[in-house]
């Protein structure tokens, strides 16, 4: 498949009804398409759906933007992306929109995990940070 663009919308009743194996398969399957560049995830995710969805992604070689919208993702969430975010050498963006459960700890994960990485935006949108602290060991 030549599909460069691939969004999940948790609007549809087959999305609400996926469970953390479907989310898993579904982090797989877009792993398997090398020529997926953008994916897109829009109130879809919650803690335990993102572990499983970023577990089938580790392996994603192509993904060049990743943009989540009204998630609910959660440190444990965040923390379960991080394998993904270390291994994504191809990632140049990532956004998070509208995200109240994004913690100034959640951010610091994200953060270290990118720092080896070659990414050219990271963006948080109304995500209720209280504070940003950069580890000086990440700069």
Same mark, same amino acid.
């Given at each position: 498949?030549s599909l460069t663009?691939?969004?999940v919308?948790?609007?549809s009743p087959?999305v609400?009804?996926m ?6 398969q579904?982090?797989r399957?877009?792993?398997?398409? *090398?020529?997926?560049k953008k994916?897109?995830?829009?109130t879809?995710?919650d803690e ?6 970023f577990r089938?992604l580790t *392996?994603?070689?192509?993904i ?5 919208t009204?998630? *609910?993702?959660?440190v444990?969430?965040l ?6 975010l270390?291994n994504?050498?191809n ?5 998070f929109?509208h995200?109240d459960n ?6 610091s994960l994200?953060?270290?995990?990118l *720092?080896?990485?070659p990414?050219?935006a990271?963006?948080f ?6 504070s ?7 700069v």
């Amino acid at each position: 498949s030549s599909l460069t663009y691939f969004e999940v919308s948790g609007l549809s009743p087959y999305v609400q009804d996926m469970t953390g194996e479907d989310w898993e398969q579904l982090g797989r399957d877009i792993s398997n398409n *090398r020529h997926l560049k953008k994916l897109e995830i829009v109130t879809a995710l919650d803690e335990q759906t993102m572990t499983s969805l970023f577990r089938g992604l580790t *392996r994603s070689s192509s993904i060049e933007e990743v943009i989540l919208t009204n998630n *609910r993702s959660g440190v444990n969430g965040l923390e379960n992306m991080v394998p993904f975010l270390q291994n994504a050498n191809n990632l140049l963006e990532l956004d998070f929109y509208h995200d109240d459960n994004i913690s100034s700890e959640g951010f610091s994960l994200i953060w270290g995990a990118l *720092r080896d990485s070659p990414i050219k935006a990271l963006t948080f949108v109304s995500c209720q940070l209280s504070s940003i602290e950069i580890d000086v060991a990440y700069v």
